[in-house]
């Protein structure tokens, strides 16, 4: 398997534009995460999946973001409109079954706003 | 506020001499243990998970686990200059109806040749 891949790998853009991100998990796996990752606040999930469901996206941060997962092959992160304070690694990883298995990240989208 | 603290570091020891790093969560709750590395520019990777108290082993990786006085730690023996990374402790915790992995910022680890 190709592993979780993610898209764009990186990502600048000027403060207001639409930011969408793209993740294709394993194949098989039935739980998503998106995760931002920042020098200051380390690793913080935003929102997960199960069997393409939203089960918890309080760390979203604001209204401004939105994620979707439309099939069990693909998921969307988008931030509209975008600021500077929301540049960051974003990281997808999916894992298989429930419990606290191996988490498979992507290599993550680096976005940066001007 | 359900934390994970490390040492942000840099953990700086010699080629071949053994790299201790450690790491205490707050809640008591916690279960299930994770050490994962992250190389600069790169995405985490898992090395070694830990459930229950005391050693394991995993080459020259050991995770030791103490709950009464919520710690963890990892030992890696013989370090390599391909050690060199930042390690993420994580820690499973019980947020309502959800168990959620709560992460540290880790701590960054040079080995030196």
Known sequence: DAGVIQSPRHEVTEMGQEVTLRCKPISGHDYLFWYRQTMMRGLELLIYFNNNVPIDDSGMPEDRFSAKMPNASFSTLKIQPSEPRDSAVYFCASREGPGTGELFFGEGSRLTVL | ?113
Not at chain 2, 52 to 58: A, I, L, Y
Not at chain 2, 62 to 90: E, F, H, M, W
Not at chain 2, 106 to 113: D, H
Request: one cysteine or more; aromatic letters at 10%.
């Open chain 2, 1 to 113: 506020q359900k934390e994970v603290e490390q040492n942000s570091g840099p953990l700086s020891v010699p080629e071949g001499a053994i790299a201790s790093l450690n790491c205490t969560y707050s809640d008591r709750g916690s279960q299930s243990f994770f050490w994962y590395r992250q190389y600069s520019g790169k995405s985490p990777e898992l090395i070694m998970f830990i459930y229950s108290n005391g050693d394991k082993e995993d080459g020259r990786f050991t995770a030791q686990l103490n709950k009464a006085s919520q710690y963890v730690s990892l030992l890696i023996r013989d370090s390599q200059p391909s050690d060199s990374a930042t390690y993420l402790c994580a820690v499973t915790t019980n947020a309502g109806n959800n168990r959620k992995l709560i992460w540290g910022l880790g701590t960054s680890l040079a080995v030196n040749p």
